[in-house]
Nanobody, 129 residues
């Protein structure tokens, strides 16, 4: 497995921005960070964990949930073993714990939480109105 730790969460006002980072470490079966597709998910109290964004192992393809498209940007810097989520134009409904997740790279990106075997502990994002 790959170890993941999120950072960058906090309290912001509606319309503001945050950049989340997810730092990866560790190896399994000879894999490095570039061997993984990465995803961001979020979970608000009482809700199921929901897909936010995903990025391929080399950053060549990204995919976003409709409710963040145009506002959030996922990126990665493999040399730093880090994936980012730039969140702009934040809304109160974006309030949630945000999780970084990893899965072995595949032919296409996936959006189901069950498809990602490795997870970070999450970071809280709170957007006030």
């Amino acid at each position: 497995q790959v170890q993941l730790v999120e950072s960058g969460g906090g309290l912001v006002q509606a319309g503001g921005s945050l950049r989340l980072s997810c730092a990866a470490s560790g190896r399994t079966f000879g894999r490095t960070f570039s061997s993984y597709d990465m995803g961001w998910f979020r979970q608000a109290p009482g809700n199921e964990r929901a897909f936010v964004a995903a990025i391929t192992w080399n950053g060549g393809e990204t995919y976003y949930a409709d409710y963040v498209k145009g506002r959030f940007t996922i990126s990665r810097e493999n040399a730093k073993n880090t994936v980012y989520l730039q969140m702009n134009s934040l809304k109160p409904e974006d309030t949630a714990v945000y999780y970084c997740a990893a899965r072995p790279r595949g032919p296409w990106l996936t959006v189901g939480p069950n498809e990602y075997p490795d997870w970070g502990p999450g970071t809280q994002v709170t957007v006030s109105s």
